[in-house]
């Protein structure tokens, strides 16, 4: 029932989404558009509660309630941006809006980009693995929390990938190649109202 529930979810999710922007800003109504998409965080709280029921209920713990846990630690997370970045396409497409912003590739900014990308996973995983803890006391000595400690680890495994990822592109920034954004040949540009080849 858990992953029914998890697989729900999700589609919910999705289907919130779309709806809220497609409400938002192809039937003009932003205000029901908005109404929708703050029903969102509700799926998680049905998940949680319905998972706590079933683990207060006797059931015995194994990796569905780990995977209800994860799932939720990440929507937590990835939940508003991802409707950000469907949000200004949306818009872009439908509204007149500015174009999105492709994520920088090289030095600096590239590096601030994947260490604010590693932290969101990092809380994520924070998050999960905070809620399969409160599993394991809620289930206490009563069963075998194996697989919740085995979820726990794997999302310190996540973590640290991403440590290490964030680390090297921190300490061996992504340069420039050359010739990249240096203006072609035969290519006009408007300098302070005069034109530049």
């Known amino acids: 029932m858990i992953v029914a529930l998890v697989v729900a979810c999700e589609v919910a999710f999705w289907v919130l989404l779309l709806a809220g922007l497609a409400l938002r800003y192809l039937a003009k109504m932003p205000r029901l558009g908005a109404a929708v998409l703050l029903c969102e965080p509700l799926l998680e709280v049905v998940l949680l509660v319905v998972t706590v029921i ?76 905070g809620l399969l803890q409160g599993a394991v006391w809620l289930v206490g000595d009563s069963g075998d929390v194996s697989s919740l400690r085995g979820w726990q680890m794997r999302m310190g495994v996540v973590a640290m990938i991403n440590v290490i990822i964030a680390g090297s592109y921190t300490l061996f920034p992504k340069k420039e190649p050359e010739g990249v954004g240096a203006r072609e040949p035969g290519r006009v540009e408007r300098v302070g109202g005069f034109t530049k080849r």
Do not use: N
């Open 54 to 129: 079933d683990l207060r209920g006797g059931a015995q713990p194994d990796w569905k309630h780990g995977l209800a846990a994860v799932y939720i630690g990440f929507t937590v997370v990835m939940a508003h941006r991802t409707l950000r970045w469907l949000d200004v396409r949306f818009a872009h497409r439908y509204a007149g809006g500015p174009a999105p912003v492709k994520p920088p590739k090289y030095g600096w900014e590239r590096t601030k980009f994947e260490l604010q990308s590693a932290g969101r996973w990092i809380l994520a995983c924070a998050i999960a693995a």
